[in-house]
């Protein structure tokens, strides 16, 4: 069992306050077909959706872009997805599914045991033969647990090959996208990650990714091509994760993210904590 390790944050952003909307979830529907509609956009067609995971394992969002740049669409988790609003008061939030894990994400993080798998899988075709879709990953691991065995971890699966990458193409998990630990300003995909172990984001979870945009071009247009998405536990049951799939992104050209600005930028001005700002979350996509 994973202990909670006491650490003291390099960086304080305790200044730093949320007015924004706080971020609302809707779990009580599993229906497979309700949640790929959710994710369908221009250019893209679906069909034979299904859904694998728990009770509250899903859900639907809204209110999100204040803090994660996106406001609306479906969330998976490793635990409870009602667990994901803030503020954050918990450093390892833990809903033990009992879930199994799942082959394709445990191979792409060499071989590790996988548990607790949120799976969605359905068919599609697209007009052009590219596409494109928009997500969030994020996680209770952080910034405990980065550099071990529980690197939980996330993918899209298109034709059986993952395009859910970090910007170095490394799969999107604890270990290829983090800050350090302890959390230090350094690590793999540093730029693109957003420490929250403070409470500076209106979210349960300890960190969070900028938005990432997954993509494929050059499918054949003509043809039915199948979509995996996956996240699972790694190492064991405990400390959940989740992600954040932007609602509508799903499409053949490349989509819009919500841009609002930072939450508590402007109060952090009048403060005069101009280095603070150093620190500001910034959007990638």
């Known amino acids: 069992m994973k202990k909670l390790l006491q650490g003291v944050a390099l960086v304080s952003t305790a200044a730093v306050?949320?007015?924004?909307?706080?971020?609302?979830?809707?779990?009580?529907?599993?229906?497979?077909?309700?949640?790929?509609?959710?994710?369908?956009?221009?250019?893209?067609?679906?069909?034979?959706?299904?859904?694998?995971?728990?009770?509250?394992?899903?859900?639907?969002?809204?209110?999100g872009a204040a803090v994660l740049n996106i406001d609306e669409g479906l969330i998976m988790t490793t635990g409870d997805a009602t667990d994901a609003p803030g503020p954050?008061?918990?450093?390892?939030?833990?809903t033990v599914v009992?879930?199994?894990?799942?082959?394709?994400?445990?191979?792409?993080?060499?071989?590790?045991?996988?548990?607790?798998?949120?799976?969605?899988?359905?068919d599609f075709t697209t007009t052009t033969g590219d596409l494109f879709f928009n997500?969030?990953?994020?996680?209770?691991?952080?910034?405990?647990?980065?550099?071990?065995?529980?690197?939980?971890?996330?993918?899209?699966?298109?034709?059986?090959?993952?395009?859910?990458?970090?910007?170095?193409?490394?799969?999107?998990?604890?270990?290829?996208?983090?800050?350090?630990?302890?959390?230090?300003g350094a690590g793999p995909n540093c730029d693109f990650y957003n420490n929250n172990e403070t409470g500076v984001f209106d979210i349960e979870y300890d960190g969070f990714t900028d938005v990432f945009t997954a993509s494929v071009l050059g499918l054949d247009p003509e043809a039915t091509h199948s979509m995996k998405i996956a996240i699972?536990?790694?190492?064991?049951?405990?400390?959940?994760?989740a992600v954040?799939?932007?609602?509508?992104?799903?499409?053949?050209?490349?989509?819009p993210v919500s841009t609002v600005p930072e939450p508590g930028?402007?109060?952090?001005?009048?403060?005069?904590?101009?280095?603070?700002l150093a620190n500001r979350r910034r959007l990638h996509s």
């Open 135 to 184: 997500y969030v990953f994020a996680s209770e691991e952080y910034n405990e647990f980065v550099g071990t065995q529980f690197n939980d971890v996330f993918a899209f699966f298109v034709n059986g090959v993952n395009i859910a990458e970090a910007p170095d193409g490394q799969p999107v998990s604890i270990n290829n996208v983090n800050c350090g630990n302890p959390f230090s």
């Open 265 to 276: 930028s402007l109060a952090l001005m009048l403060l005069g904590l101009g280095g603070l």
């Open 17 to 63: 306050c949320q007015t924004a909307s706080a971020l609302v979830i809707d779990a009580t529907s599993t229906d497979g077909t309700a949640m790929a509609n959710a994710l369908l956009g221009s250019g893209v067609t679906i069909s034979n959706a299904n859904y694998i995971g728990g009770p509250n394992q899903s859900g639907f969002f809204s209110d």
């Open 244 to 255: 954040f799939l932007q609602g509508g992104s799903f499409t053949d050209a490349p989509p």
């Open 98 to 122: 009992g879930g199994a894990g799942d082959a394709d994400l445990s191979a792409l993080i060499g071989g590790a045991t996988t548990n607790d798998a949120a799976v969605l899988t359905f």
């Open 88 to 94: 954050n008061s918990a450093g390892g939030t833990t």
């Open 232 to 241: 699972a536990d790694t190492g064991d049951s405990s400390w959940d994760s």
